[in-house]
């Protein structure tokens, strides 16, 4: 079953600056959030989902456009993050393009649109703002913090940043920082949007242009690093669009209209902001939570007193299981509660967002323990 | 609960830390946590029962241990006990995985049937087949058992690596002990449980 109200966007407005981990400061900004389900009567059972890097609040449900949440296979009533039992926050993170503050907001300052001119964040700070809304909700401590990908990420930092506000964590398809790899493809994707003559140095808002050609190219890259060879070789194959060769440059297979299409979705329909896109890949790329403590894991993940769940896919390779085995090492060697699960899928990346039996079954009885934990500290207040 | 793990259980101090590899559904080590409050984790490959796990409570790793090396996720004597029942028998490399049970666990216990049993030789010898008994019941090509010893042979393998047998128990298919097991182990045990050591 799913939500079935049209979900509403709330919005926090916060008037006290936000210190950012680059030095700048935000003077006061706002964050759009969705919730799902009911807030306990001692706010116990109240659960963050961090989102990736293209996501955005609206995690589940159908909100007033016809809209699906990105992550509604999994949040709902009698789903594996069950909504009857757990109140469900989702937000926008800041620096996003769908209701927070961003570079599509107005500067205060001046009047105009942010534009270029908004201060690169990290997940640090993404993970400070979350806080505040968190104390807005009074909530005391989160039974679980749950992300998938750049999702994941802010679980961890979350994790090591407000250890007692974290019951159990739960990281997918993540890495403990990213790979020079990793950082060069958000390169090319960062260079391909720049380099849109539409880009005008960010300003395009103000031209009303889209770099839609850079968006385009971006996130055809991005989608290609989320696939698996074996996927795209079992639905595309060599397969032609026009039944045989044409020897020119147009759309030949099927795999090239295929990504051209979500590119072009993705910069067209969706409307995503170009400047967010570079915000969000360079706040993935200075993810580091071991460089506050002498770039050793280990180190860092002493913070954490949360439970863990690891979850990785044997397709992925933008974040292969290796990555994840970092973290629970990092995790073990703290002797920290842990589990990890290594799905079988042939979806790459994408995996986490797919049903998979397994990832399933390992996500749902891994829930019942959030639950149960839950109730105790239910049981002792 | 199996005998098997009552006669586990009674090797294990209270309050230790236990790694069990090849959990399957973490049975052991939830009874272990609830008699003997212990804590640690379960290793297994199945993802079947790497979830029922999970389910019950247990921290379970999903790892294949033919692939995968245990001194990498574990320091040295990090584990009071590393645990593997009925599972070095299919294991591609037993003696490796040994060594590494020994750096992280400062005891380790091991289950293991033994090939050597009467009824094992008897239906080699007479029958001239391979044997398939309670305690093996596979057929030659289709057993997860690929490296089968005898408890003379895993002796062997101890004293070859300076490996200190502290403590062994030989039972029968039903983790059952009698006088003649004990006087003809190799012969008349079906299983046996040992508990070893570095020496």
């Given at each position: 079953m799913s939500i079935t109200n049209p979900t509403v966007t709330h919005y926090l407005a916060v008037n006290q600056p936000l210190q950012l981990t680059s030095g700048a400061t935000l003077p006061e900004y706002e964050l759009a959030y969705e919730t799902y389900g009911q807030l306990n009567e001692d706010k116990s059972n109240a659960i963050l989902i961090c989102h990736a890097l293209s996501g955005d609040q609206h995690v589940a449900g159908i909100d007033a456009n016809g809209k699906k949440g990105w992550w509604d296979g999994y949040i709902g009533p009698g789903k594996v993050i069950d909504t009857d039992k757990f109140f469900v926050v989702c937000s926008n993170n800041l620096g996003g393009c769908r209701g927070s503050t961003g570079p599509t907001s107005i500067n205060p300052q001046n009047g105009k649109v942010y534009g270029p001119d908004f201060p690169i964040v990290t997940c640090k700070d993404w993970v400070q703002s979350q806080n505040l809304l968190r104390e807005h909700l009074d909530v005391e401590q989160w039974a679980a913090l749950i992300g998938g990908s750049m999702g994941g990420m802010q679980v961890l930092q979350w994790a090591i940043d407000f250890p007692e506000k974290v019951r159990h964590a739960i990281v997918i398809a993540a890495a403990p920082k990213l790979s020079a790899q990793n950082i060069a493809f958000n390169e090319v994707a960062r260079r391909a949007i720049m380099s849109d003559p539409d880009f005008h140095d960010g300003r395009f808002i103000e031209h009303d242009t889209i770099p839609k050609r850079g968006l385009t190219l971006a996130r055809m890259l991005g989608h290609l690093t989320y696939l698996s060879d074996d996927m795209m070789g079992v639905k595309f194959g060599r397969e032609l669009r026009e039944g045989k060769l044409q020897y020119n440059y147009e759309v030949e297979f099927q795999v090239e209209s295929y990504l051209r299409y979500q590119g072009e979705k993705f910069a067209t329909k969706q409307n995503f902001d170009a400047n967010t896109y570079l915000l969000m890949t360079k706040a993935l790329d200075y993810f580091d939570p071991a460089a506050d403590f002498e770039h050793d894991l280990s180190k860092a993940l002493a913070q954490a007193t949360a439970k863990f769940l690891v979850v990785s896919f044997t397709s992925d390779w933008r974040f292969s299981p290796q990555r994840s085995h970092e973290i629970v090492k990092a995790l073990l060697d703290n002797d920290a509660d842990v589990s990890y699960a290594e799905v079988k899928s042939e979806h790459g990346h994408d995996a986490f967002l797919l049903p998979n039996p397994h990832y399933e079954g390992v996500f749902r009885n891994y829930m019942k323990r959030v639950h149960q934990d839950t109730l105790a500290a239910e049981a002792q207040k | 609960m199996s005998n098997e793990f009552k006669l586990i259980s009674d090797w294990i101090q209270p309050d230790s830390r236990v790694l069990d590899l090849g959990c399957g559904d973490g049975e052991l080590l939830n009874y272990l946590i609830k008699t003997h409050n212990v804590n640690g984790y379960g290793m297994e490959l199945d993802p079947d029962k790497t979830t029922q796990a999970l389910g019950n409570g247990i921290n379970v790793i999903q790892t294949d241990l033919n692939s995968y090396d245990l001194t990498y996720y574990f320091d040295e004597d990090s584990f009071d006990y590393v645990i593997m029942t009925q599972a070095l028998q299919v294991v591609s490399r037993p003696d490796e995985l040994l060594d590494e049970m020994l750096s992280i666990g400062k005891n380790c216990i091991i289950t293991f049937p033994n090939f050597g049993h009467w009824r094992n030789r008897a239906q080699l010898m007479f029958g001239g087949t391979m044997p398939e008994t309670?305690?093996?019941?596979?057929h030659w090509f289709d057993t997860p058992n690929i490296h089968m010893c005898t408890f003379k042979d895993f002796e062997k393998l101890c004293e070859d690596k300076h490996i200190k047998v502290v403590a062994r128990t030989v039972v029968n298919s039903e983790h059952e002990s009698s006088l003649g097991m004990r006087i003809a182990p190799n012969l008349l045990g079906e299983v046996a449980l040992y508990q070893i050591r570095k020496k």
């Open positions: - | 309670e305690t093996l019941p596979y």
